[in-house]
């Protein structure tokens, strides 16, 4: 067998290659040439667009050197006469540069191991970092992660916006990219340093350095004091020490870690710098006028336009505001008025937040944030607060008017009532408590709380709470139930959203966007945003109008007299909040209020403190909100020309309504007396009582008279009868008696004698024919069916029994007792020997009031 291939002719073995193996080779070989120019054109074209983002960056740089060295062009605030009010960044006193051989290293190695670790590293782009950004941004399948290096930023700052697009990120390379060829790292750190922006319009480390810490030498800040300000630029408004000193304090945090992970700074060192609480120096105060109002402009530009605030304020752009100087200005100068606020204990003030709102197009007309707004920098008139009554137009009365089923002449019910099986039990703090009825008109202008509560149970709370998300207010799970009558909310609401509320009040039932920006121009003029109205219909025109009419009696005749207006219709609600802390005593409060409007202009006022506890709160009551409404009002309205709310052109006429029926009623039979005494609940101001009577006899019930009392002696009353009593309010004026109260029966048990029975001989009747008689001896005698007695009643009115005993079965027929109901002439009685006035149908209608001697009739 052969071991090999061999030749045909000599049997050696063949090294001639296998069939095919050739082609093989040079398959390979292609596919390698292949590549080679593949990867060549991939190295030409990275060079050539290496060489193009080169080429792009300094042409960029070159055409645009001298914005290295020139400032941005500041933004205006205008009124809407184009009256400038503030310049949002002046170079003079809002940036002081600093060469960098004067920033101290530890402040350049602060920011450089926050922003850009890798800084002296790259060559202006970190590819490492543009790597974990790419990473980042496809998880969030969006752009998150900026990834820009210190001189990216440079780059932007300087030639571009803040966009985060992929063109954006391309040129911004370029740029950074030739300013590494024009700059050193040093000279690049010291553009960046001087123009990052640090929050409250303070441009670079130095500017920021003095403002925040009152430290002019840089060498002089300490090192959590370096590490507070490399944590602002991330998010100015967010992380600077005075906006918001919490989140200042976490993010210095942030950076101390940072700082110790490069071993910049020890252990020790950080938690020491941690540990520091920031206090604001008395120097960082805006020059400003308006501050309130120019912070809250500024936020609402970066809102409606989507601008961050370093390019809103240094683009050169002109701001239109709705602002009324002359209000802001009286504002301004009330709120710097120490004797409008009540005086505090020790150094921590109380505060307060006023703002006003011309309801016709919801422009804001003025705001202040706070006593010292310059100093803390937290604007309270967006901050959430608990209403208290101001509450009730909104989540009560408004929205039971708008069902249509009420009125203000409707008849509400303040009784001491508990609700969710006795868990609820609002309280009044009306000198007189729990009155009964009670008009809606009434109850809101005493500030009464049960009505309120009362009248939300009845329309139910989710009525309550959808007509206040119509009116921008929308309101959680956890507010599901009747306390919200009274204001009290898981969250609260701020006084920004009380004036839009009330401004739909106002207005006719309009709900209008409050905003403080008309428009905003470009440095070439052209328009850039301007604000469009979405102005809805909330609720009928009749419901604003009643809501305005029954607040209008707040301020004439009820808790909000100090807020009047000279010259003006004033409507509006005051406010409280108890106090509610445990192991204090006091009838104070957390909160007080007053939400009102004229027809020109609403406006809220709040006062409290920012935190409450036994030795801060108010002591006073909401009259210094009301007060303080109306000093600025005045004072801001001077110029502006008179209006009138609006009236529907169709409004229901107020109708006659019956009393409510009486609750409460008792009935205790007195011994000592021989007297059933009865007592019941007010129904009100204004109202007398009828009381009814029947016995077990049979018959129904009969009127045994009528007192403005609330309470009534019943002493015709015979033993061994049950007696059952029912009462009605009524109301002369309208002529119209309420709904009869629950009846009470009470069933006498005394040593009288019992009613003779037929047949058996009755008692002699003693009837005087001399002497001293309080009839008029005139008198003439009485046909039968015709009762006398005398007409001079005493207070309380009850016969003696002895002048008042049981008729006689022969001489009267079989009526029940008080229930005469043949006509009578005269005062006295009718058949049933009954004691009180008997003119009309039933001769026993009096007031149980008259004395002398009881006649029975004789039958015919």
């Excluded at 207010?473 to 009558?485: K, M, P």
Aim: proline fraction near 5%.
């Amino acid at each position: 067998m052969r071991s090999s291939e061999q030749t045909p002719k000599t049997g050696q073995p063949s090294n001639s290659p296998k069939k095919g193996s050739g082609k093989k080779k040079k398959k390979r070989g292609k596919v390698w040439l292949w590549m080679f120019f593949v990867a060549l054109l991939a190295v030409v074209c990275a060079v050539v667009g290496y060489l193009l983002i080169i080429l792009n960056g300094e042409r960029i740089l070159s055409k645009n050197i001298d914005k290295l060295n020139d400032m941005e062009q500041a933004s205006r605030i205008v009124d809407a006469s184009g009256n400038e009010l503030s310049k949002l960044y002046v170079s003079g006193g809002n940036r002081e540069y600093v060469m960098i051989k004067d920033i101290p290293k530890e402040v350049q190695q602060a920011f450089v191991a926050t922003e850009d670790k890798r800084f002296y590293e790259h060559s202006g782009v970190d590819l490492w970092g543009i790597g974990r950004a790419l990473v980042k941004d496809v998880i969030a399948r969006s752009a998150v992660e900026g990834a820009s290096t210190i001189t990216q930023q440079v780059a932007r700052n300087i030639f571009l916006n803040a966009d985060k697009t992929i063109f954006r990120k391309g040129t911004e390379a370029s740029i950074a990219l030739a300013l590494e060829n024009h700059k050193s790292k040093d000279e690049i750190l010291e553009l960046y340093l001087n123009r990052i922006y640090f929050g409250k319009g303070q441009w670079g480390i130095k500017t920021a350095a003095k403002y925040y810490f009152d430290v002019d030498n840089l060498e002089d800040l300490k090192l959590w004091q370096i590490a507070t300000l490399a944590g602002i630029p991330k998010g100015p408004n967010i992380y600077n020490p005075i906006n918001n000193p919490e989140k200042s304090m976490d993010r210095r945090g942030v950076i101390l870690s940072l700082m110790e992970d490069q071993g910049l700074i020890t252990e020790a060192e950080k938690q020491e710098a941690m540990a520091v609480e920031y206090k604001k120096p008395a120097s960082a105060k805006s020059n400003s006028e308006f501050t309130t109002y120019i912070d809250y402009v500024v936020q609402e530009a970066q809102d409606v336009t989507g601008w961050d605030e370093e390019k809103l304020l240094t683009g050169g752009y002109t701001i239109v505001t709705t602002i009324n100087t002359d209000a802001q200005k009286a504002m301004e100068k009330e709120f710097a008025n120490d004797a409008n606020f009540e005086k505090s204990e020790d150094e921590t003030q109380i505060q307060g937040a006023m703002v006003i709102m011309d309801q016709h197009d919801g422009s804001l007309v003025a705001m202040v944030g706070g006593r010292d707004y310059e100093q803390k920098g937290w604007n309270r008139v967006t901050k959430a607060r608990q209403p208290g009554s101001s509450f009730k137009p909104i989540v009560s009365y408004g929205p039971a008017i708008e069902s249509g089923d009420y009125f203000p002449w409707s008849i509400l019910r303040d009784d001491k009532i508990c609700y969710n099986n006795g868990k609820y039990c609002p309280t009044d703090s009306n000198s007189k408590k729990y009155i009964g009825a009670v008009s809606m008109a009434d109850a809101i202008r005493e500030s009464r709380n049960q009505p309120a509560v009362w009248l939300l149970n009845e329309i139910g709370v989710k009525t309550g709470v959808n007509f206040a998300g119509k009116l921008g207010i929308e309101l959680g799970s956890d507010d599901r139930n009747l306390a919200i009558a009274l204001g009290g909310l898981t969250n609260g609401v701020s006084p920004l959203q009380m004036v839009t509320a009330y401004g739909a009040f106002a207005n006719g039932g309009t709900l209008e966007t409050a905003h403080s920006i008309s428009k905003i121009t470009d440095s070439a003029g052209d328009t850039v945003y301007e604000f469009k109205s979405k102005a809805k219909q909330v609720m009928k025109e009749t419901t604003a109008y009643y809501v305005t009419d029954i607040m209008k009696g707040v301020v004439a005749g009820g808790t909000g007299t100090k807020a009047k207006v000279s010259g003006r219709t004033v409507a509006g609600k005051t406010g409280t909040t108890q106090l509610g802390l445990s192991g204090v005593k006091s009838s104070g409060n957390r909160d007080v209020w007053f939400v009102g409007y004229t027809p020109e202009w609403t406006a809220a006022v709040w006062m409290g403190y920012d935190k409450t506890d036994k030795d801060h709160y108010v002591k006073k009551s909401s009259g210094q909100a009301a007060a303080l409404f109306s000093k600025v009002m005045s004072a801001g309205l001077k110029n502006v020309k008179k209006q009138s709310f609006p009236t529907p052109s169709s409004l229901e006429e107020e109708k006659p309504t019956a009393p409510g029926a009486i609750t409460g009623l008792v009935g205790t039979y007195n011994t000592e007396d021989v007297a059933v005494e009865l007592n019941w609940t007010s129904a009100g101001d204004g109202y007398t009582y009828k009381v009814y009577r029947k016995d077990n006899s049979g018959a129904g019930f009969v009127n045994i008279g009528e007192t403005a009392e609330t309470s009534w002696i019943d002493n015709s009353i015979l033993p061994e009868v049950t007696y059952t009593y029912y009462v009605t309010a009524y109301d002369a004026e309208t002529k119209q008696e309420g709904e009869p109260s629950q009846s009470v029966s009470v069933t006498i048990t005394t040593d009288l004698e019992p009613t003779p029975s037929p047949g058996e001989e009755s008692p002699p009747i003693d009837v005087p024919s001399e002497g001293p008689s309080e009839q008029p001896s005139e008198s003439p005698s009485l046909p039968p069916g015709e009762g006398g007695g005398g007409n001079s009643g005493t207070p309380g009115g009850s016969n003696p029994p002895s002048e008042s005993p049981p008729p006689s079965p022969s001489s009267t027929p079989s009526v029940p007792a008080n229930g005469g109901e043949n006509p009578g002439t005269g005062n006295g009685n009718g058949n049933g020997g009954g004691n009180g006035n008997g003119n009309g149908t039933t001769a026993s209608t009096g007031d149980n009031s008259a004395k002398g001697v009881a006649i029975s009739a004789a039958t015919p």
